[in-house]
């Protein structure tokens, strides 16, 4: 079963940084695409930042300049460096892997549990 596991999420005051992680486990051939969507209360989810296997990365305008995403394919991880975070940023931060599965090469978009990030002063 191919698990996603993020970690790094918390309080931080406004301007201030977080950086999370998401590490894939399980019985994958590859991993496709990788990133983050957030939800904050009472809105809709959206794409914070995406990135290729190849490291292209993609962000939403409000992360441009602030957030850098990135990831370690010998480790199956994707990274959100999140910097000058301001209040608005505050959601539910979810990763996702596109997977190829080893079992069958059936391709599946699989999402991690989420994390908290809250900024507030």
């Known amino acids: 079963q191919v698990q996603l596991v993020e970690s790094g999420g918390g309080l931080v005051q406004p301007g201030g940084s977080l950086r999370l992680s998401c590490a894939v486990s399980g019985n994958i051939f590859s991993i496709n695409a990788m990133g983050w969507y957030r939800q904050a209360p009472g809105k809709e989810r959206e794409l914070v930042a995406g990135i290729s296997r190849g490291g292209t990365p993609n962000y939403v305008d409000s992360a441009k300049g602030r957030f850098t995403i990135s990831r370690d394919n010998a480790k199956n991880t994707v990274y959100l460096q999140m910097n000058s975070l301001k209040p608005e940023d505050t959601a539910v931060y979810y990763c996702?892997?596109?997977?190829?599965?080893?079992?069958?090469?059936?391709?599946?978009?699989?999402w991690g549990q989420g994390t908290q990030v809250t900024v507030s002063s």
């Open positions: 996702y892997a596109n997977v190829i599965q080893k079992l069958d090469y059936s391709s599946e978009r699989i």
